[in-house]
């Protein structure tokens, strides 16, 4: 397993952005597709988007919509969440979450495939 640290949360105010960063540690880590994931106050966490090993192929949430990128940067072992036009719905906890893959292809959209997590980040967008 690889053990993941997020950072890059903070208060920003609707339609503004944020980059998120969750480092891993390991030698491993581009043998694993990435994942992120949010929980926002009194709801479920929720799948936001996912990127494959080699950062080829990437699946984002219907709500996304366009507004967030993620990418991976295998040689810091550090994936990013680029969040822009931010809202209040986008309030929450976000998490990175590792996936083994057997393939270069392969992504993960449901938290049982994902095998470490990271602590969380929070991100507030005030109303």
């Known amino acids: 397993q690889v053990q993941l640290v997020e950072s890059g949360g903070g208060l920003v105010q609707a339609g503004g952005s944020l980059r998120l960063s969750c480092a891993a540690s390991g030698r491993t880590f581009s043998s694993y597709a990435m994942g992120w994931f949010r929980q926002a106050p009194g709801k479920e966490r929720e799948f936001v988007g996912t990127i494959s090993t080699s950062g080829a192929i990437t699946y984002y949430a219907d709500f996304v919509n366009g507004r967030f990128t993620i990418s991976r940067d295998n040689a810091k072992n550090t994936v990013y969440l680029q969040m822009n036009s931010l809202k209040p719905d986008d309030t929450a906890v976000y998490y990175c979450?590792?996936?083994?893959?057997?393939?270069?292809?392969?992504?993960?959209?449901?938290?049982?495939?994902?095998?470490?997590w990271g602590q969380g980040t929070q991100v507030t967008v005030p109303s």
């Open positions: 979450a590792a996936a083994p893959s057997a393939t270069i292809y392969y992504i993960g959209t449901a938290m049982y495939e994902y095998e470490s």
